[in-house]
Protein backbone atom coordinates (compact mmCIF):
# COMPACT_ATOMS: atom_id res chain seq x y z
CA UNK A 1 0.00 0.00 0.00
CA UNK A 2 1.55 3.44 -0.84
CA UNK A 3 -0.21 5.29 1.96
CA UNK A 4 -0.50 8.86 1.45
CA UNK A 5 0.22 11.17 4.69
CA UNK A 6 -0.71 14.74 5.77
CA UNK A 7 1.69 16.49 7.23
CA UNK A 8 0.31 19.44 9.26
CA UNK A 9 2.88 21.92 10.23
CA UNK A 10 3.94 25.40 10.49
CA UNK A 11 7.47 25.24 10.38
CA UNK A 12 8.94 25.06 7.15
CA UNK A 13 12.34 23.37 8.41
CA UNK A 14 10.22 21.01 10.53
CA UNK A 15 7.60 19.48 7.89
CA UNK A 16 10.11 19.74 4.78
CA UNK A 17 12.15 16.82 6.62
CA UNK A 18 9.75 14.86 7.85
CA UNK A 19 8.45 15.01 4.08
CA UNK A 20 11.76 14.25 3.45
CA UNK A 21 11.93 10.61 5.44
CA UNK A 22 8.85 9.88 4.08
CA UNK A 23 9.01 10.43 0.46
CA UNK A 24 12.12 8.55 0.89
CA UNK A 25 10.36 5.22 2.04
CA UNK A 26 7.52 5.67 -0.99
CA UNK A 27 4.91 7.39 1.13
CA UNK A 28 3.05 10.29 -0.67
CA UNK A 29 3.24 13.36 1.16
CA UNK A 30 0.70 16.49 1.49
CA UNK A 31 1.49 19.71 3.56
CA UNK A 32 -0.58 21.61 5.21
CA UNK A 33 0.47 24.90 7.40
CA UNK A 34 -2.26 25.65 9.45
CA UNK A 35 -5.13 23.68 11.24
CA UNK A 36 -7.37 25.41 9.03
CA UNK A 37 -5.49 24.38 5.86
CA UNK A 38 -4.80 21.04 7.55
CA UNK A 39 -8.47 19.89 7.95
CA UNK A 40 -9.65 20.62 4.75
CA UNK A 41 -6.94 18.60 3.42
CA UNK A 42 -7.53 15.49 6.01
CA UNK A 43 -11.42 15.60 4.99
CA UNK A 44 -10.96 16.31 1.22
CA UNK A 45 -8.12 14.38 0.37
CA UNK A 46 -9.16 11.30 2.74
CA UNK A 47 -4.85 10.59 4.01
CA UNK A 48 -4.37 7.37 5.44
CA UNK A 49 -2.65 8.75 8.20
CA UNK A 50 -2.27 12.38 10.06
CA UNK A 51 1.27 13.90 11.46
CA UNK A 52 -0.55 16.62 13.37
CA UNK A 53 1.32 19.36 15.58
CA UNK A 54 -0.27 20.91 18.60
CA UNK A 55 1.06 24.37 17.76
CA UNK A 56 0.10 26.19 15.06
CA UNK A 57 -1.51 29.52 13.94
CA UNK A 58 -5.44 29.86 13.84
CA UNK A 59 -6.88 26.85 15.64
CA UNK A 60 -4.20 24.63 17.04
CA UNK A 61 -3.80 21.23 17.12
CA UNK A 62 -6.24 19.35 19.60
CA UNK A 63 -9.07 21.93 17.75
CA UNK A 64 -7.67 20.36 14.31
CA UNK A 65 -8.08 16.77 15.77
CA UNK A 66 -11.52 16.91 17.54
CA UNK A 67 -12.98 18.63 14.73
CA UNK A 68 -11.20 15.94 12.30
CA UNK A 69 -12.89 13.24 14.34
CA UNK A 70 -16.22 14.90 14.43
CA UNK A 71 -16.35 14.67 10.79
CA UNK A 72 -16.12 11.27 10.62
CA UNK A 73 -12.44 9.98 10.14
CA UNK A 74 -10.84 7.21 11.56
CA UNK A 75 -7.63 7.74 9.70
CA UNK A 76 -4.76 7.41 12.69
CA UNK A 77 -3.40 10.74 14.08
CA UNK A 78 0.26 11.35 14.99
CA UNK A 79 0.56 14.34 17.30
CA UNK A 80 3.70 16.09 17.76
CA UNK A 81 4.17 18.85 20.48
CA UNK A 82 7.15 21.21 21.44
CA UNK A 83 7.33 20.56 24.77
CA UNK A 84 6.84 17.40 26.90
CA UNK A 85 3.59 18.11 28.64
CA UNK A 86 2.05 15.17 30.22
CA UNK A 87 -0.78 17.33 29.84
CA UNK A 88 -1.29 17.86 26.11
CA UNK A 89 -0.46 14.35 25.42
CA UNK A 90 -3.29 13.11 27.75
CA UNK A 91 -5.36 15.89 25.65
CA UNK A 92 -3.93 14.57 22.45
CA UNK A 93 -4.95 11.02 23.13
CA UNK A 94 -8.45 11.92 24.93
CA UNK A 95 -9.54 13.50 21.60
CA UNK A 96 -8.52 10.71 19.74
CA UNK A 97 -4.89 10.85 18.62
CA UNK A 98 -3.18 7.29 18.22
CA UNK A 99 0.50 8.26 18.98
CA UNK A 100 2.46 10.74 20.51
CA UNK A 101 5.81 12.44 20.01
CA UNK A 102 7.98 15.37 21.84
CA UNK A 103 9.99 17.34 19.47
CA UNK A 104 12.94 17.11 18.77
CA UNK A 105 12.64 13.91 17.56
CA UNK A 106 14.54 11.36 15.29
CA UNK A 107 13.40 10.55 11.96
CA UNK A 108 14.27 7.28 11.97
CA UNK A 109 12.08 7.19 15.31
CA UNK A 110 8.97 9.10 13.49
CA UNK A 111 9.18 6.28 10.46
CA UNK A 112 8.96 3.83 13.11
CA UNK A 113 5.81 5.05 14.54
CA UNK A 114 4.11 5.61 11.04
CA UNK A 115 4.94 2.31 10.23
CA UNK A 116 3.38 0.89 13.36
CA UNK A 117 0.12 3.06 12.98
CA UNK A 118 -0.30 1.98 9.39
CA UNK A 119 0.04 -1.80 10.65
CA UNK A 120 -2.33 -1.24 13.08
CA UNK A 121 -5.13 0.43 11.27
CA UNK A 122 -4.85 -1.42 7.88
CA UNK A 123 -3.57 -4.95 8.77
CA UNK A 124 -1.37 -6.63 6.47
CA UNK A 125 -2.53 -4.64 4.14
CA UNK A 126 -0.39 -1.92 4.86
CA UNK A 127 2.84 -3.56 3.72
CA UNK A 128 1.28 -4.45 0.16
CA UNK A 129 2.99 -2.88 -2.52
CA UNK A 130 2.11 -0.88 -5.70
CA UNK A 131 -0.89 0.37 -7.39
CA UNK A 132 -3.24 -2.91 -6.96
CA UNK A 133 -4.54 -1.81 -4.10
CA UNK A 134 -7.11 0.47 -3.65
CA UNK A 135 -8.12 2.89 -0.99
CA UNK A 136 -11.14 5.08 -0.11
CA UNK A 137 -11.55 6.53 3.83
CA UNK A 138 -10.80 2.66 5.37
CA UNK A 139 -12.14 0.51 3.06
CA UNK A 140 -8.98 -1.31 1.33
CA UNK A 141 -9.68 -3.01 -1.28
CA UNK A 142 -6.67 -5.95 -2.54
CA UNK A 143 -7.03 -6.48 -6.09
CA UNK A 144 -4.00 -8.85 -6.34
CA UNK A 145 -5.34 -11.30 -3.33
CA UNK A 146 -9.07 -10.22 -3.93
CA UNK A 147 -9.33 -9.09 -0.21
CA UNK A 148 -11.26 -6.37 1.01
CA UNK A 149 -10.74 -4.99 4.80
CA UNK A 150 -12.45 -1.91 6.88
CA UNK A 151 -9.84 -1.04 8.62
CA UNK A 152 -7.81 -4.03 9.97
CA UNK A 153 -11.15 -6.49 9.46
CA UNK A 154 -11.57 -8.39 7.38
CA UNK A 155 -14.74 -8.39 5.15
CA UNK A 156 -15.86 -11.61 2.80
CA UNK A 157 -17.71 -11.11 -0.28
CA UNK A 158 -19.06 -13.16 -2.55
CA UNK A 159 -17.34 -13.73 -6.13
CA UNK A 160 -19.92 -11.91 -7.26
CA UNK A 161 -20.08 -9.26 -4.40
CA UNK A 162 -16.51 -8.88 -4.92
CA UNK A 163 -16.51 -8.03 -8.68
CA UNK A 164 -19.02 -5.46 -8.47
CA UNK A 165 -16.74 -3.20 -5.95
CA UNK A 166 -13.34 -4.02 -8.10
CA UNK A 167 -15.34 -2.84 -11.09
CA UNK A 168 -16.77 0.01 -9.33
CA UNK A 169 -13.96 1.00 -7.58
CA UNK A 170 -11.26 1.01 -9.88
CA UNK A 171 -12.80 4.27 -11.67
CA UNK A 172 -14.02 6.13 -8.45
CA UNK A 173 -17.03 8.65 -10.03
CA UNK A 174 -17.42 6.18 -13.10
CA UNK A 175 -20.70 5.65 -13.30
CA UNK A 176 -21.93 1.82 -14.61
CA UNK A 177 -25.64 1.02 -15.43
CA UNK A 178 -26.90 -2.22 -14.37
CA UNK A 179 -26.69 -3.55 -17.62
CA UNK A 180 -23.36 -2.46 -17.97
CA UNK A 181 -22.49 -4.04 -14.80
CA UNK A 182 -24.40 -7.33 -15.63
CA UNK A 183 -22.45 -7.30 -18.79
CA UNK A 184 -18.62 -7.18 -17.06
CA UNK A 185 -19.97 -10.29 -14.62
CA UNK A 186 -21.14 -12.21 -17.81
CA UNK A 187 -17.81 -13.98 -18.05
CA UNK A 188 -17.37 -14.31 -14.48
CA UNK A 189 -20.66 -15.80 -13.74
CA UNK A 190 -23.75 -17.25 -14.87
CA UNK A 191 -25.83 -14.63 -13.46
CA UNK A 192 -29.51 -14.02 -14.02
CA UNK A 193 -29.95 -11.64 -16.85
CA UNK A 194 -32.19 -9.54 -15.06
CA UNK A 195 -31.19 -6.32 -14.22
CA UNK A 196 -32.77 -6.38 -10.66
CA UNK A 197 -30.07 -9.20 -9.83
CA UNK A 198 -27.47 -6.35 -9.94
CA UNK A 199 -29.82 -4.43 -7.20
CA UNK A 200 -29.48 -7.65 -5.21
CA UNK A 201 -25.60 -8.09 -5.38
CA UNK A 202 -25.16 -4.17 -4.18
CA UNK A 203 -27.65 -4.64 -1.52
CA UNK A 204 -25.75 -7.54 0.39
CA UNK A 205 -22.28 -6.01 -0.89
CA UNK A 206 -23.18 -2.69 0.96
CA UNK A 207 -24.65 -4.76 4.50
CA UNK A 208 -21.12 -6.02 4.29
CA UNK A 209 -18.94 -3.24 3.59
CA UNK A 210 -21.00 0.46 4.90
CA UNK A 211 -21.61 1.88 8.16
CA UNK A 212 -24.99 2.33 7.07
CA UNK A 213 -26.67 1.11 4.31
CA UNK A 214 -29.33 3.04 3.62
CA UNK A 215 -26.83 5.59 3.42
CA UNK A 216 -24.10 4.35 1.98
CA UNK A 217 -20.83 6.42 1.35
CA UNK A 218 -19.00 4.11 -0.66
CA UNK A 219 -21.18 2.59 -3.52
CA UNK A 220 -23.62 4.92 -4.43
CA UNK A 221 -26.86 4.77 -6.28
CA UNK A 222 -26.88 7.32 -9.61
CA UNK A 223 -30.70 7.36 -9.45
CA UNK A 224 -32.72 6.35 -12.63
CA UNK A 225 -28.50 5.27 -14.04
CA UNK A 226 -26.85 2.75 -11.89
CA UNK A 227 -24.07 2.89 -9.36
CA UNK A 228 -20.76 4.39 -8.70
CA UNK A 229 -17.88 4.35 -6.45
CA UNK A 230 -17.54 7.58 -4.23
CA UNK A 231 -14.52 9.47 -5.40
CA UNK A 232 -12.36 10.73 -3.08
CA1 LIG B 1 4.25 24.34 14.95
Partial sequence: MSATILIVEDEHAVARGIQYALQQE??????????????????????????LDVRLPGIDGFEMLRRLRAAGSKAPVLMLTARDDEVDKVIGLELGADDYMTKPFGLRELLSRVKALLRRAYGDLADAQGGRVIRHRDLVIDLERR??????????????????????????????????????????????????????????????????????????????????????
Fill in 147 to 232: RVQRGAKRIGLTPTEFEILRHLASRPGRVYTRGELLELLRDYEALDQDEKTINVHVSHLRDKIEDDPARPVFVQTIRGVGYAFAER
Fill in 26 to 51: GYTVALAKSGEEGLEAAVGQAPDLVV
